[in-house]
């Protein structure tokens, strides 16, 4: 496990606490492998702004991988490595099917969040985020300015578990291409089939000439799989989805129990 050379970590429920907050005893361990010359990055579905003020507070130098892998970009330098917006033609597809739904779609472009209705759930997202909403007629006319990172939808487990098959057939039957996930239970996240954690930490990889396996990546959700299977060492925590756990090449801690911290120790500072 010494060959280790760049790690890539999810943020909500892996490497943040419930009370979105990083352990002291994580920060600590994430410097001793910094020290180490072992580049550390955040990989999330999080918007770059409320990446990046985790990434400043842990002195992260190296591009982030956010909006699901649809932007990497030095936090610091502000240097873009990949950009893979959703195409108009998707965007327009899934803004008319939320319409139909009456479901909150969040829309990002340009580092911030738009929306068309606003629920209680989306309101729960706001404040886990840390992004605020800027609310408008019509999603649609945003498209001038250009393509979004990619749309979320939030609603009750079930229903978006519905809504995640009808979707996909959808897209599928009018020939229109994009990745479909779940990042928490009640959201759905539409992207570009290439913005995914997994084709990001590829391109952040090969843009650092690091070998696959030398990459440490750590995930909970459906979201993380393809960074997971990217990576030479793909690390679950506890708390993770059964699915995930199952796919992971090693399992951890959780994250009220400092898992990133805890595999770290165990697999690369040993």
């Given at each position: 496990?010494?060959?280790?050379k760049l790690?890539?970590?999810?943020?909500?429920?892996?490497?943040?606490?419930?009370?979105?907050t990083i352990?002291r005893?994580?920060?600590a361990?994430?410097?001793?492998?910094?020290n180490?010359?072992?580049?550390?990055?955040l990989?999330?579905g999080?918007m770059f702004p409320?990446a990046?003020p985790?990434?400043?507070?842990?002195?992260?130098?190296?591009?982030?991988?956010t909006?699901q892998?649809?932007?990497v970009?030095?936090?610091l330098?502000?240097?873009?490595?990949?950009?893979?917006?959703l195409?108009?033609e998707?965007?327009?597809r899934?803004?008319?099917f939320?319409?139909?739904?009456?479901v909150?779609?969040?829309?990002y472009?340009n580092?911030?969040l738009y929306?068309?209705?606003?629920?209680p759930q989306?309101e729960h997202?706001?404040?886990?985020a840390g992004?605020?909403?800027d609310r408008?007629?019509?999603?649609?006319?945003?498209?001038?300015q250009?393509a979004p990172?990619k749309l979320l939808?939030?609603e009750?487990e079930?229903v978006?578990?519905?809504?995640?098959?009808?979707?996909?057939?959808?897209l599928?039957?009018?020939r229109?291409e994009?990745?479909?996930?779940?990042s928490k239970p009640l959201?759905?996240?539409v992207s570009?089939?290439?913005?995914?954690k997994?084709?990001?930490?590829?391109k952040?990889?090969?843009?650092?000439?690091?070998?696959r396996?030398d990459?440490?990546?750590?995930g909970?959700?459906?979201n993380?799989?393809?960074?997971l299977?990217?990576a030479?060492?793909g690390?679950?925590?506890a708390?993770?989805?059964?699915?995930?756990r199952?796919?992971a090449r090693?399992?951890?801690?959780?994250n009220n129990?400092?898992?990133?911290?805890?595999?770290l120790e165990?697999?690369?500072l040993s």
């Amino acid at each position: 496990m010494s060959n280790i050379k760049l790690v890539a970590i999810d943020l909500d429920d892996t490497i943040l606490r419930d009370d979105l907050t990083i352990s002291r005893r994580t920060q600590a361990v994430l410097k001793r492998v910094r020290n180490m010359g072992i580049a550390v990055t955040l990989a999330t579905g999080r918007m770059f702004p409320s990446a990046r003020p985790y990434a400043e507070m842990l002195g992260f130098d190296i591009p982030l991988i956010t909006y699901q892998g649809a932007l990497v970009k030095n936090a610091l330098s502000g240097e873009v490595v990949y950009h893979r917006p959703l195409s108009p033609e998707v965007a327009r597809r899934v803004i008319a099917f939320g319409r139909e739904k009456k479901v909150q779609v969040n829309f990002y472009l340009n580092d911030r969040l738009y929306v068309e209705r606003i629920t209680p759930q989306g309101e729960h997202y706001a404040s886990l985020a840390g992004v605020p909403f800027d609310r408008v007629s019509d999603l649609e006319e945003l498209l001038v300015q250009g393509a979004p990172m990619k749309l979320l939808m939030i609603e009750k487990e079930p229903v978006i578990d519905s809504y995640f098959t009808e979707l996909r057939e959808i897209l599928d039957a009018e020939r229109l291409e994009a990745h479909l996930t779940k990042s928490k239970p009640l959201y759905l996240e539409v992207s570009h089939p290439d913005a995914t954690k997994g084709v990001a930490l590829r391109k952040l990889a090969g843009w650092m000439k690091v070998k696959r396996e030398d990459v440490m990546a750590f995930g909970d959700s459906f979201n993380d799989l393809e960074m997971l299977e990217f990576a030479g060492i793909g690390v679950a925590v506890a708390n993770a989805r059964p699915e995930v756990r199952r796919r992971a090449r090693y399992v951890t801690s959780s994250n009220n129990d400092d898992g990133v911290a805890e595999a770290l120790e165990k697999l690369v500072l040993s």
